[in-house]
């Protein structure tokens, strides 16, 4: 996946050549030192010639700048067309390069999820930044519903959806005992107490099982509880009992609307993100299953007219092949997708699979990106801004 495809011998008594072949755009870089003991140097950077430059150009005694000359032998690297594409490339070549470190090298921390604990007699659901995988690389433990920009995030929309439900929201070690005092949410009617046996086991356990299908849905099957008991009130002419209801989904409406469109239970979030390449009429396609991303390929528009195969053919291709659910660490690859997703600003696209994939939508969002590189290609043709005036140190 993403291999450094390009690559450079350094010799430092020909830096002017050397430099000089090398082109002024963003790539992910991985500089090979001359000891066979020592750790490769990689880097990510927005101007591959100028860094180098800085890197392997001449020692200036007077500078504390860090310099390479002495210690590279040569370079491996790829072009990167996107902020996306730089950040996945540079995470699969410091996951194969350092393993012991990768985290530390990308700040990499596992997005904010709900979880509802199944393990739990009383499941509740909470925040979480952790997810548990069994062998075959299926969450276990509960279901997650995710991801979100921020634990607080996550938090506000928990608190918000959990108005609709007597779930618990306390950490307290459930023990039913009719002594206990019970909590604030026990007393104002939003909890059905099993601390002091306010509920039987089943009826907890079918409060429960509203929740994962609210989660599951997202938001769906409540709303539509709420619509058929609407109809029912008013065909029965109790207008008092439709109207709290319409007041139910109106507020539901409202927590909806404030969630981002990514979040979703884990094992359902497939999508498909497009991005940018560094080749002409090219589009990088990275398929997201189950959370986990895909291995990426290009398609070249460029190429097509000659296949006897369609875009649209070579996206079915490409998005109906089953995944094995188990390849890639799922926190690590939600972070990636997340990270991604609430930049700002987003470069590229994004479309999710409902019931199906809604292809002309995404040939569409094709000919946008394609059409905007074009776009740009073109401004930076004119004098002055060309590669040599960007690549200038």
């Given at each position: 996946?993403?291999?450094?495809?390009?690559g450079l011998e350094?010799?430092?008594?020909r830096t002017?050549?050397?430099?000089s072949?090398?082109?002024p755009l963003?790539a992910v870089?991985?500089?090979?030192?001359?000891?066979e003991?020592?750790?490769?140097?990689?880097?990510r950077?927005?101007n591959?010639?100028r860094?180098?430059?800085r890197?392997l150009?001449?020692i200036?005694?007077?500078?504390k700048?860090?310099?390479?000359?002495?210690?590279?032998?040569?370079?491996?690297?790829r072009?990167?067309g996107s902020?996306?594409e730089?950040?996945?490339?540079?995470?699969?070549q410091a996951?194969?390069?350092?393993p012991?470190?990768?985290?530390a090298?990308?700040?990499?921390?596992?997005?904010?999820?709900?979880k509802?604990?199944l393990?739990?007699?009383?499941p509740?659901?909470y925040v979480t930044?952790r997810?548990p995988v069994?062998d075959?690389?299926?969450?276990?433990g509960?279901t997650y519903?995710g991801p979100f920009?921020?634990?607080?995030?996550?938090?506000?929309?928990?608190?918000?959806?959990?108005?609709?439900?007597?779930?618990?929201?306390?950490?307290?070690?459930?023990?039913?005992?009719?002594?206990f005092?019970?909590?604030?949410?026990s007393?104002m009617?939003?909890?059905?107490?099993?601390c002091?046996?306010?509920c039987?086991?089943?009826?907890?356990?079918?409060?429960?099982?509203?929740l994962?299908?609210?989660?599951q849905?997202?938001g769906?099957?409540?709303?539509s509880?709420?619509?058929?008991?609407?109809?029912?009130?008013?065909?029965?002419?109790?207008f008092?009992?439709?109207?709290?209801?319409?007041?139910?989904?109106?507020?539901l409406?409202?927590?909806?609307?404030g969630?981002?469109?990514?979040?979703?239970?884990?094992?359902?979030?497939?999508?498909?993100?497009?991005?940018?390449?560094?080749?002409?009429?090219a589009?990088?396609v990275?398929a997201?299953r189950?959370?986990?991303l895909a291995?990426p390929?290009?398609l070249?528009?460029?190429?097509?007219a000659?296949q006897?195969r369609s875009?649209?053919?070579?996206?079915?291709?490409?998005?109906?092949t089953?995944?094995?659910?188990?390849?890639g660490d799922?926190?690590?690859?939600?972070?990636?997708?997340?990270?991604?997703y609430?930049s700002n600003p987003?470069?590229g696209?994004?479309f999710f699979?409902?019931?199906?994939?809604?292809?002309?939508?995404i040939?569409r969002?094709?000919?946008r990106?394609?059409a905007?590189?074009?776009s740009?290609?073109a401004?930076?043709?004119?004098p002055?801004?060309?590669p040599s005036?960007?690549?200038a140190?």
């Amino acid at each position: 996946m993403l291999e450094l495809d390009c690559g450079l011998e350094f010799d430092a008594g020909r830096t002017e050549e050397f430099f000089s072949s090398l082109p002024p755009l963003p790539a992910v870089c991985l500089i090979q030192p001359r000891e066979e003991t020592a750790e490769p140097f990689l880097i990510r950077t927005q101007n591959l010639q100028r860094r180098l430059q800085r890197l392997l150009g001449p020692i200036d005694p007077s500078s504390k700048r860090l310099n390479l000359s002495a210690f590279a032998s040569g370079l491996r690297y790829r072009l990167t067309g996107s902020a996306f594409e730089q950040t996945l490339t540079y995470y699969v070549q410091a996951k194969q390069l350092f393993p012991k470190r990768y985290h530390a090298m990308m700040r990499l921390r596992p997005p904010a999820v709900l979880k509802v604990n199944l393990r739990n007699a009383y499941p509740r659901c909470y925040v979480t930044r952790r997810i548990p995988v069994d062998d075959a690389g299926v969450p276990t433990g509960g279901t997650y519903y995710g991801p979100f920009a921020s634990r607080r995030s996550a938090q506000a929309f928990a608190e918000r959806a959990l108005d609709f439900f007597k779930v618990r929201r306390c950490q307290i070690k459930i023990r039913r005992d009719p002594a206990f005092p019970g909590c604030i949410y026990s007393e104002m009617k939003m909890c059905l107490a099993p601390c002091f046996a306010g509920c039987s086991k089943e009826e907890y356990d079918a409060e429960v099982q509203h929740l994962l299908q609210f989660l599951q849905t997202s938001g769906e099957s409540l709303r539509s509880t709420f619509e058929g008991e609407r109809e029912r009130a008013s065909e029965e002419l109790d207008f008092e009992r439709a109207s709290a209801l319409h007041k139910k989904v109106e507020k539901l409406d409202e927590v909806l609307r404030g969630r981002p469109e990514i979040t979703r239970r884990i094992q359902d979030l497939d999508a498909v993100i497009l991005q940018r390449t560094a080749e002409e009429q090219a589009i990088g396609v990275y398929a997201v299953r189950g959370g986990r991303l895909a291995e990426p390929f290009s398609l070249r528009f460029g190429e097509i007219a000659s296949q006897p195969r369609s875009a649209e053919q070579l996206f079915r291709d490409y998005l109906e092949t089953e995944m094995s659910v188990g390849e890639g660490d799922l926190g690590e690859h939600l972070w990636l997708v997340a990270k991604w997703y609430f930049s700002n600003p987003r470069d590229g696209e994004i479309f999710f699979r409902e019931k199906d994939w809604p292809y002309r939508r995404i040939l569409r969002a094709c000919s946008r990106l394609l059409a905007a590189k074009s776009s740009e290609a073109a401004s930076t043709e004119k004098p002055g801004t060309g590669p040599s005036s960007e690549g200038a140190p």
